[in-house]
């Protein structure tokens, strides 16, 4: 059967959405407010939600860099900072590990809405975009583990523009009180180690580079907490199961 319709390659994808399928009528509801209740759950912080995300980055690329074997000049240090991560056998463990960074770094751009969200009391529709053009870029990052993705060079240049107007948008508040010192001499020094990265050769700008992003929660100030309260949505059994029949 299998050498006529080829199951093996995508019999798993019927089987994985029918896993996935949630009964009619059930479910999980989350809300979330900024001020705390006698029925919540539990916080969350969504700038440390993003700064481990960051953190988790750093730690893979700073990986990358360790298990590669051939430190030479054909590539400029930037180079190879990315194309460390489709190294064998280190990307069958980098890769898996980036789109777990992904996964994380996903949470965190949805909580960061919904902070601003609430805050604002209106749909920020600037962070919405700005979050969706940083995350569909390093998704496109993730695409270096194909040989022959070199295009992936041009999107991690650009990422690093948006990274830092990322952190710049998170200050405004800040920036609007006068207190752009810290903003301003973090993307200073980027720019500086991403130039070195460029035209040096020195493996150092690359630890650098890693360093530089793993201190992401230190310039970004935290807002308030969410406060999570998380209820089950259930209805009567048979007439749910009845809907997915």
């Known amino acids: 059967l299998d050498a006529k319709t080829f199951t093996s390659a995508w019999g798993w994808l019927p ?9 009619g009528g059930r479910g999980v509801s989350l809300t979330f407010r900024l001020e705390e209740n006698a ?25 990358a860099g360790i298990f590669d074997p051939e430190w030479t000049q054909e590539h400029t240090t930037a180079e190879k900072l990315l194309y ?23 949470l965190g ?8 969200r609430l805050v604002s009391g209106q749909m920020p529709w600037k962070v919405v975009a700005h979050a ?19 295009f992936v060079a041009g999107i991690m240049c650009t990422i690093q523009v948006v ?8 200050n405004l508040e800040e920036i609007r009180e006068k207190r ?9 020094s980027g720019i500086v180690v991403i130039a070195l990265s460029c035209f040096a050769f020195n493996p150092l ?41």
């Open 15 to 23: 089987v994985m959405l029918f896993r996935l399928v949630f009964a």
């Open 39 to 63: 029925q919540d759950d539990g916080d969350v912080m969504p700038e440390r939600w993003m700064n481990r995300g960051f953190w988790f980055l750093a730690a893979i690329l700073f990986s």
């Open 84 to 106: 460390s991560l489709r190294l064998k056998p280190y990307a069958y463990f980098g890769a898996p590990a980036f789109l777990s960074c992904l996964i994380s770094l996903a």
């Open 109 to 116: 751009f949805g909580l960061q809405v919904i902070q601003k």
């Open 132 to 150: 969706a053009v940083f995350y569909a870029q390093m998704i496109g990052v993730l695409l270096v583990i194909l040989e022959k993705a070199n």
């Open 163 to 170: 990274y830092m107007a990322w952190v710049v948008h998170l």
């Open 180 to 188: 752009f010192v810290k903003p301003l001499v973090y993307c200073l």
């Open 205 to 245: 700008f690359y630890f650098l580079y890693c360093i530089w992003i793993s201190l992401y929660g230190i310039v970004v100030p935290d807002g308030p907490h969410l406060y999570v309260t998380a209820s089950k949505i259930q209805e009567d059994s048979t007439a749910a199961y009845e809907q997915v029949a």
